[in-house]
């Protein structure tokens, strides 16, 4: 899930100030989910190299508790004139950038800058305007429910379904794909993409790579103490991301009364940090995951099902072809994890492809193009 953000620059400070000071009435929910709110030009930090024409929409959606809400996405183009019938559509399902308004996808661009405008270049090239949600929360008003897939599959589908209403050179024959936390919400989206999408959509099918399986079992131990190691920073971030997520989607758990002093202090500030920043904070803080805690997170009644509620993939259901690919030098997801996920997909009759590949979390994003392409492509012939 890693990410090397760059926000401390001018120019994505600049366009933060401009973009997140959104006036009121653009603030409001939109009238309909699925349903364009308003269109702004994206900062230049988001624009994809490449794109003939690159928009910011805001669109209704829901939240947590199906709560309607406005949330945003960033809208390429190809060049050159569209297709007979329109530009099929990539919906691309952006991993973990932080959860404060300015980390938004739509406002400051990816993390891993290269790595995902290479990945993103790639399915322009091939002819696919790309719809790239925010999820809830992300730059737009209220908390983001972390690893919520349910969530993020509601706006992964609500931003199609706003961007192929509004702008007719769009197809509404679309695809998701989808890396790190976007691999689990490009799955989650695989599995509701036909019930949310209704019959305007023609949902095809998904690519997730990284995507963290079973990611709900390593909260189960933690409480004081446990880790006793200072974990990578990043995973540090992680976890008080997750802990931020589970605060948003059930409030009543009542989450810092499990931290410390230490703790809460630290999820209230992961809650408006971009990944990389937080690193570095929490790197220099020497923080320890079980110094955070003041009791078990275990005495949360049932937690291994409100985990598996908000975060557990789902093991059956897929109506179209899902492609997973995944590094085996991967650290940032557990591997022997997501392939186990895989594993019992297909002993389920899934429709399910796994390709693996020698290399880590954020190498196997663009690893896993050459098989990609042609399996995506394939959706659409």
Not at 49 to 77: K, M, N
Not at 333 to 349: C, E, H, K, M, N
């Amino acid at each position: 899930m890693r990410k090397r953000w760059l926000c401390t620059t001018a120019l994505a400070a600049t366009s933060i100030a401009a973009l997140v000071s959104v006036p009121s009435a653009m603030a409001a929910p939109a009238t309909e989910i699925g349903a364009v709110s308003s269109v702004e030009p994206l900062a230049p930090a988001a624009v994809l190299p490449g794109s003939a024409r690159a928009e910011r929409i805001l669109y209704g959606s829901t939240t947590v508790g199906d709560r309607p809400t406005t949330t945003s996405a960033a809208v390429y183009f190809p060049p050159g004139d569209a297709p007979a019938g329109g530009w099929p559509v990539i919906a691309w399902a952006h991993g973990t950038i932080g959860l404060g308004d300015e980390c938004a996808y739509s406002i400051a661009g990816p993390g891993a800058r290269e790595r995902d405008w290479a990945y993103l270049g790639t399915w322009l090239k091939q002819g696919y305007a790309i719809v790239a949600a925010d999820y809830a929360g992300l730059g737009t008003p209220g908390d983001h429910p972390y690893l919520n897939g349910t969530v993020e599959a509601h706006n992964v589908v609500d931003a199609v379904k706003a961007a192929t209403s509004h702008y007719s050179s769009l197809s509404h024959k679309w695809a998701v794909v989808g890396q790190s936390q976007g691999g689990g919400a490009a799955v989650f989206t695989a599995r509701y993409a036909t019930e949310f999408g209704g019959p305007g959509l023609d949902y095809r099918g998904a690519v997730g790579t990284g995507v963290p399986a079973y990611i709900e079992d390593i909260l189960l131990p933690l409480g004081p103490g446990v880790p006793p190691a200072k974990l990578p920073p990043h995973s540090t971030g992680y976890v008080l991301y997750i802990l931020n997520g589970l605060r948003t989607t059930y409030p009543e758990l009542n989450i810092e009364s499990y931290l410390t002093d230490s703790g809460r202090y630290w999820l209230d500030h992961a809650n408006t940090s971009c990944l990389e920043a937080l690193g570095e904070e929490l790197s220099a803080g020497n923080v320890v995951v079980g110094d955070l805690f003041s009791r078990p997170l275990s005495q949360i009644p049932d937690l291994p099902g409100v985990l598996t509620r908000v975060m557990g993939l789902p093991e059956s259901g897929y109506d179209k072809p899902l492609f997973l690919g995944q590094g085996l030098l991967d650290t940032d997801v557990i591997t022997p994890a997501t392939l186990a996920f895989a594993a019992r997909l297909q002993a389920g009759g899934q429709p399910v492809t796994l390709h693996t590949y020698p290399t880590n979390h954020d190498g196997t994003v663009n690893a896993s193009l050459p098989d990609s392409v042609p399996f995506v492509r394939n959706l659409f012939a």
